[in-house]
């Protein structure tokens, strides 16, 4: 609706001789004077030389003869304050209402876009710290997907590293046979080895060796390998199952292994490799770096590939199997000096083409009320299958007395309401930032939380399903919090493009707590099943409708399941 706007607006300008980029409408930002405004006159009046206020009356005489508007007023110092008519706001719903779409268009240029996101080492559980990663990739899969665009996501699983070796080692001095791995065992093994290879440098060197072993093959350790891969990732199904979350891929890093040979001899014939004590290494410098960046180290001292050469090596993979235009990694902040190596390194080469855009979506963490990652109360890292387990005993709790729920349903509905609450509590923060995991609040009906989302939509169908044998048509409003709430589901399209633009579903989950808003000061405001007039009514359900809708797309786009009722 925004872009409409602002084509009639350019054009307005274009007329009276100026630059039409000037006729940028936004939403306004004082609402109860009028709905939408242009500053461009204030923008422009350097340039042209004139007054801002002159300008302005200039361009809103020609705005004014537009059957669009209902009013065009112009504010010192050179504002252009739009209303637009309650036709034009009726024409664009029963639009959106009509398409599949819902309104929101797609992309014009589509691309291809590879989704790396998570990635979680195997061998150990999901712990909190993957969460962030996982949902906020699965978001922007879906979100650019549904934008029209072409993704692919790929679970990059850390499954070819140093801790591999360390874990194969505790396991045979453990005596521990391929057959008895399980999960459990794993969580167990996991840091014990950590901490002996910090501890015990014979332990180290060992773990060192067979991380070579295994890159190399050795029957032995490989069967061992394959079968803590699988057990982890029955682990990790379960988990991102409950999440919602899904891969079209899980190559990992032990797949990147077979391209490694054609990676380094790209690397050779460039002449980027060079020996750096023992290692070799690729200089990725530039000049403006400061501090320094040290050297990307693509074989090890004792032979081993390190994260860095199965990173580019993946890079590798992707262009020649997907030929993508970008690849996004949603994965921790702290990684980010690994992925400007491993771009610079892949850029330089000729591994990634010039255009191949390379973005690190680096999150933020979830921390704590004292304001570090989030810990268990016993100061352990918590696993996120807990975490789950105790949002959904909590959300069971506030639903045990609703009578809206059925009995047998009340399990079920609690378990969604604890993903929507802890997904929607994250996802509502721009990726950058770092946010305090506050379950009580997360959960509550009330305020920018994913319940209230649900909730909302649980009051919707409740509406909807009593007057289930009316046609909802939009052929009248009525009243200010009915336009409000039409203009805000008609920014769904402006939002997902900000989303998409700025790879940021907080954008997403902004619009929908938007809504959700302007629908309840719509319901306060507007009698809906008990209006008499059949035109009023059948309008209001059809906002209802449209709501619910568009709120069921904004869901699905963050990920989240919604209930029937609550
Ligand atoms: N395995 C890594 C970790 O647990 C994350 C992998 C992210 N993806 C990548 N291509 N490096 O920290």
Redesign the pocket.
């Given at each position: 609706m925004l872009d409409q706007l602002s084509a009639i607006a350019a054009a307005a300008f274009a007329q009276c001789g100026f630059e039409p980029t000037l006729g940028r409408v936004i939403l306004s930002n004082r609402p109860q004077l009028c709905q939408f405004q242009c500053d461009g006159a204030m923008k422009g009046a350097k340039a042209l030389r004139r007054p801002p206020l002159e300008i302005a009356r200039a361009v809103a005489d020609v705005l004014a003869a537009n059957p669009v508007f209902a009013s065009v007023d112009v504010a010192p110092p050179g504002f252009i304050n739009l209303n637009v008519t309650d036709e034009f706001l009726l024409q664009s719903l029963t639009g959106a209402a009509g398409d599949a779409r819902l309104g929101v268009p797609a992309d014009e240029n589509p691309r291809m876009i590879v989704l790396?996101?998570?990635?979680?080492?195997v061998a150990k559980p999901l712990h909190v710290g993957?969460l962030r990663?996982a949902i906020i990739g699965e978001s922007l899969k879906r979100l650019m997907k549904f934008i029209g665009h072409k993704v692919i996501a790929d679970n990059?699983?850390?499954d070819w590293g140093l801790q591999m070796g360390q874990v194969i080692a505790q396991l045979e001095e453990l005596g521990v046979a391929e057959a008895d791995i399980t999960a459990e065992l794993l969580c167990d093994v996991y840091p014990q080895a950590s901490a002996r290879s910090k501890t015990e440098p014979e332990f180290r060197k060992k773990a060192q060796d067979y991380t070579v072993a295994l890159q190399q093959r050795d029957p032995e350790k490989f069967a061992l390998w394959e079968k803590i891969v699988e057990t982890s990732c029955v682990d990790f199904r379960e988990n991102f199952a409950v999440l919602g979350v899904s891969y079209d891929y899980w190559y990992g890093?032990s797949y990147a292994d077979q391209f490694i040979p054609a990676v380094l001899d790209i690397l050779k014939q460039q002449n980027l490799l060079r020996l750096d004590n023992g290692a070799q290494v690729v200089d990725v410098t530039q000049e403006d770096d400061n501090p320094p960046m040290p050297p990307a180290i693509i074989i090890k001292s004792d032979g081993a590939y390190n994260?860095e050469t199965?990173?580019v090596a993946?890079i590798h993979q992707r262009v020649q199997e997907f030929a993508p235009d970008e690849i996004w990694?949603v994965?921790?902040k702290r990684?980010a000096l690994?992925?400007k190596q491993?771009f610079r390194v892949a850029h330089n080469s000729g591994i990634a083409p010039a255009a191949l855009r390379l973005s690190h979506i680096g999150n933020g963490t979830m921390n704590g009320s004292d304001g570090r990652p989030f810990k268990t109360r016993d100061g352990g890292t918590m696993r996120l299958s807990d975490l789950l387990e105790q949002a959904t005993a909590q959300a069971m709790e506030k639903i045990a007395n609703s009578t809206y729920i059925a009995e047998q349903d009340k399990a079920d509905v609690a378990r969604k309401i604890a993903v929507a609450s802890i997904k929607f509590g994250d996802l509502s923060n721009h990726w950058t930032k770092d946010y305090i995991f506050d379950l009580q609040k997360f959960l509550s009906f009330e305020g920018k939380t994913g319940s209230y989302i649900l909730y909302t939509l649980a009051r919707i169908n409740s509406i909807l399903g009593k007057a289930s044998d009316d046609s909802p048509q939009f052929t009248q409003l009525t009243g200010d919090a009915e336009r409000e709430l039409a203009i805000g589901l008609l920014l769904t399209g402006q939002q997902f493009a900000q989303a998409a633009a700025q790879q940021a579903p907080n954008f997403v989950a902004e619009s929908a707590y938007t809504i959700a808003v302007a629908f309840a000061k719509f319901y306060h405001d507007s009698n809906i099943l008990g209006e008499t007039c059949a035109q009023a009514r059948a309008s209001r359900l059809a906002l209802c409708k449209l709501t619910r809708d568009l709120l069921l797309l904004h869901l699905d786009i963050l990920g989240i399941e919604a209930v029937e009722a609550m």
């Amino acid at each position: 609706m925004l872009d409409q706007l602002s084509a009639i607006a350019a054009a307005a300008f274009a007329q009276c001789g100026f630059e039409p980029t000037l006729g940028r409408v936004i939403l306004s930002n004082r609402p109860q004077l009028c709905q939408f405004q242009c500053d461009g006159a204030m923008k422009g009046a350097k340039a042209l030389r004139r007054p801002p206020l002159e300008i302005a009356r200039a361009v809103a005489d020609v705005l004014a003869a537009n059957p669009v508007f209902a009013s065009v007023d112009v504010a010192p110092p050179g504002f252009i304050n739009l209303n637009v008519t309650d036709e034009f706001l009726l024409q664009s719903l029963t639009g959106a209402a009509g398409d599949a779409r819902l309104g929101v268009p797609a992309d014009e240029n589509p691309r291809m876009i590879v989704l790396d996101y998570c990635g979680p080492n195997v061998a150990k559980p999901l712990h909190v710290g993957h969460l962030r990663p996982a949902i906020i990739g699965e978001s922007l899969k879906r979100l650019m997907k549904f934008i029209g665009h072409k993704v692919i996501a790929d679970n990059h699983l850390g499954d070819w590293g140093l801790q591999m070796g360390q874990v194969i080692a505790q396991l045979e001095e453990l005596g521990v046979a391929e057959a008895d791995i399980t999960a459990e065992l794993l969580c167990d093994v996991y840091p014990q080895a950590s901490a002996r290879s910090k501890t015990e440098p014979e332990f180290r060197k060992k773990a060192q060796d067979y991380t070579v072993a295994l890159q190399q093959r050795d029957p032995e350790k490989f069967a061992l390998w394959e079968k803590i891969v699988e057990t982890s990732c029955v682990d990790f199904r379960e988990n991102f199952a409950v999440l919602g979350v899904s891969y079209d891929y899980w190559y990992g890093e032990s797949y990147a292994d077979q391209f490694i040979p054609a990676v380094l001899d790209i690397l050779k014939q460039q002449n980027l490799l060079r020996l750096d004590n023992g290692a070799q290494v690729v200089d990725v410098t530039q000049e403006d770096d400061n501090p320094p960046m040290p050297p990307a180290i693509i074989i090890k001292s004792d032979g081993a590939y390190n994260y860095e050469t199965t990173d580019v090596a993946t890079i590798h993979q992707r262009v020649q199997e997907f030929a993508p235009d970008e690849i996004w990694y949603v994965v921790d902040k702290r990684q980010a000096l690994h992925f400007k190596q491993v771009f610079r390194v892949a850029h330089n080469s000729g591994i990634a083409p010039a255009a191949l855009r390379l973005s690190h979506i680096g999150n933020g963490t979830m921390n704590g009320s004292d304001g570090r990652p989030f810990k268990t109360r016993d100061g352990g890292t918590m696993r996120l299958s807990d975490l789950l387990e105790q949002a959904t005993a909590q959300a069971m709790e506030k639903i045990a007395n609703s009578t809206y729920i059925a009995e047998q349903d009340k399990a079920d509905v609690a378990r969604k309401i604890a993903v929507a609450s802890i997904k929607f509590g994250d996802l509502s923060n721009h990726w950058t930032k770092d946010y305090i995991f506050d379950l009580q609040k997360f959960l509550s009906f009330e305020g920018k939380t994913g319940s209230y989302i649900l909730y909302t939509l649980a009051r919707i169908n409740s509406i909807l399903g009593k007057a289930s044998d009316d046609s909802p048509q939009f052929t009248q409003l009525t009243g200010d919090a009915e336009r409000e709430l039409a203009i805000g589901l008609l920014l769904t399209g402006q939002q997902f493009a900000q989303a998409a633009a700025q790879q940021a579903p907080n954008f997403v989950a902004e619009s929908a707590y938007t809504i959700a808003v302007a629908f309840a000061k719509f319901y306060h405001d507007s009698n809906i099943l008990g209006e008499t007039c059949a035109q009023a009514r059948a309008s209001r359900l059809a906002l209802c409708k449209l709501t619910r809708d568009l709120l069921l797309l904004h869901l699905d786009i963050l990920g989240i399941e919604a209930v029937e009722a609550m």
